[in-house]
């Protein structure tokens, strides 16, 4: 069983003695116990450190995922490990053992507050040393594989889990292939009836956009190559489903506006072949404005590097293509994972999670000092899990913003004083809102006042976190009853969609169901019907945590409503 690993690691310079002894140990530990699906329990720990082998892991991480349930499931205790494999074999297994009891809370209140404990755990866990969440990422990454032997209950819960913590953690981390996986592995289970209609929506365009591929490829290939590039690899690239799915809600249920459905993806041995490659395409075929996003330059936050292009290809039919060097690709696949792939000797200064992929955790345990429990929760999402925005200020440094964010967002991320003196802003030298959205590559200059005095209605138009407390903090310094009024009307956001009979009134019939409830609609957008069905989404405004799953079961049980549930 454990033979498979071991052939693997055998040209990788790792310590098949450690391991072995791991598994020999493990085996015995688990003597006895079985999983949901009947197989031996060693099965698991085995399974996860051959996801940590593909990762190319050292050798106390692959020794680690062999171990890492002996504490928590067995009569082996922490000085155990130590004793047998060493202090770092030990801290590892120490830390998984710690998020072992991490379980996905949506509401109440009071179950929300344990899970953002057991979260605070988790990244406190990944600060101290990044390879604990990557075990634990190998750990949720097989049992995904076998949800399939749990209780519909449990199925839908550690899916949505997966959805909520575990892909966007491998997102951050880089680990494009892993959160891919993961998150189609749980969208079935998260969201079954959404699954099962995009799926058949999807199907058909998959294939078409695939045979389009296959003749188109060569052609354009031959193009680079008759300008002189030369072509590693080229090959088509998939979306994942469940990443698809949230791009075809983005753009109103509409597949024809995912541009990326299937893409061209053409690996090039440097970065001067991708430029170069970019300019023979541009040359052969017109881009679409606004669709050139060159990642090479301005990497994303999580390391990934990459010069995305859309055009107007073969048969004038809409074509994205990727072009990278080997290094871009391997670290798109596998993220900080890649940073493994050198040999054992780098490990020391990986367990600093110094590199750019981790950074963001620090980040977030400098946030988690600062922020008590519901704060922390509530901000998780849009601080560090959202969709990103990168902007320059007027000297050239980057921003790095939550997506959707605004001039005064960006303000507060220069110093907190420029927010507070803000008065204008300009977004490539015209002037703009302060509510405009600001979109990734664009310049922005703030307008200041000759006095610092926020506006108790900026705390609705800014999208950070940290803007929000800045602003909350001046006005308790000068203005405390503004504070009182603010918390007193303070209301929860809720993102919801329902899908509803096309009837008239049914509108009318969705707005006294939420007056019943004294339940503010704060935003409302509906689709154009298809098959006698149509989506209506809003955003409400909860006057407490814990009444979202009263809102769903008050809407489901009118007869107009098919479904409803929270957008993810």
């Known amino acids: ?119 605070r755990k988790m990244f406190f866990a990944m600060a101290e040393d990044i390879r604990v969440i990557l075990i634990k990422l190998a750990d949720r990454y097989h049992n995904m594989q076998t949800i399939k032997d749990l209780p519909p209950d449990r199925r839908k819960r550690i899916s949505l889990e997966t959805l909520d913590i575990y892909g966007p953690i491998a997102e951050r981390l880089g680990m494009g292939h892993m959160k891919g996986e993961l998150e189609d592995m749980a969208f079935p289970h998260a969201y079954p009836e959404e699954y099962d209609k995009f799926v058949r929506l999807a199907k058909e365009k998959y294939i078409d956009r695939q ?8 052609i354009v290939t031959e193009k680079l190559k008759s300008g002189g590039i030369k072509i590693v690899n080229a090959h088509s690239r998939a979306k994942h489903y469940f990443s698809l799915y949230k791009k075809f809600v983005k753009h109103d249920r509409d597949l024809s506006r995912v541009y990326d459905l299937v893409a061209l993806r053409i690996i090039l041995p440097d970065i001067p072949s991708c430029y170069g490659a970019l300019g023979i ?104 899990f959202s969709d990103r925005v990168f902007v320059f200020t007027p000297d050239g440094e980057i921003k790095d913003l939550p997506d959707e964010s605004t001039p005064l967002d960006f303000a507060y991320a220069v110093h907190t004083d420029l927010g507070h003196a803000t008065k204008g802003a300009k977004v490539n030298g015209k002037l703009v809102t302060l509510d405009y959205k600001l979109k990734s590559g664009q310049m922005v200059e703030i307008v200041k006042a000759k006095t610092a005095k926020p506006s108790a209605n900026w705390l609705s138009i800014v999208k950070s976190s940290e803007a929000k407390k800045r602003i909350l903090s001046w006005f308790r310094q000068n203005n405390s009853d503004v504070v009182a009024k603010l918390e007193k009307n303070d209301r929860q956001p809720f993102r919801i969609s329902v899908t509803v009979k096309d009837k008239i009134g049914t509108l009318e019939e969705i707005g006294r169901i939420m007056r019943n409830l004294k339940i503010n609609i704060t935003e409302i957008k509906h689709s154009p019907p298809i098959g006698g069905l149509a989506e209506i989404k809003m955003t409400l405004a909860l006057k407490k945590q814990g009444l979202e799953q009263k809102v769903i079961q008050k809407l489901i049980s009118n007869k107009r409503v098919l479904s409803a549930r929270k957008l993810v």
């Open 281 to 384: 395409i541009h040359k052969n075929y017109k881009p679409l404005p606004g669709l050139i996003k060159d990642y090479v330059a301005m990497p994303k936050l999580n390391g990934y590097q990459s010069i995305h292009t859309t055009i107007f290809c073969e048969q004038n039919k809409i074509l994205e293509i990727q072009l990278r060097t080997p290094e871009m690709h391997e670290h798109a696949e596998n993220g900080i994972a890649a940073h493994w792939s050198y040999g054992e000797s780098n490990k020391n200064k990986l367990h600093a999670a110094d590199l750019k992929e981790a950074q963001w955790v620090a980040q977030l345990k400098k946030w988690m000092e600062n922020s008590d429990d519901q704060e922390f929760y509530k901000s998780l999402h849009t601080n560090f």
């Open 211 to 218: 045979k389009y591929l296959q003749k188109t490829q060569p």
């Open 1 to 119: 069983m454990i033979q498979k690993v071991l052939t693997k690691l055998e040209d990788r310079n790792r310590n098949l003695q450690l391991i072995t002894k791991a598994f020999e140990f493990a085996k015995k530990a688990h003597d006895g116990q079985l999983r949901m699906g009947g197989e031996p329990y060693i099965t698991h720990p085995v399974s996860v450190a051959e996801i940590l082998c593909n990762l190319k892991l050292d050798s106390a991480t692959i020794a680690a995922g062999i171990l890492h349930d002996t504490v928590e499931d067995t009569g082996v205790t922490e000085k155990d490990i130590e004793k047998n494999f060493g202090k770092d074999v030990a801290f590892l297994v120490r830390g998984v053992t710690k998020l072992a009891n991490i379980e996905y809370k949506d509401q109440p209140e009071v179950k929300q507050n344990l899970h953002a404990q057991s979260l």
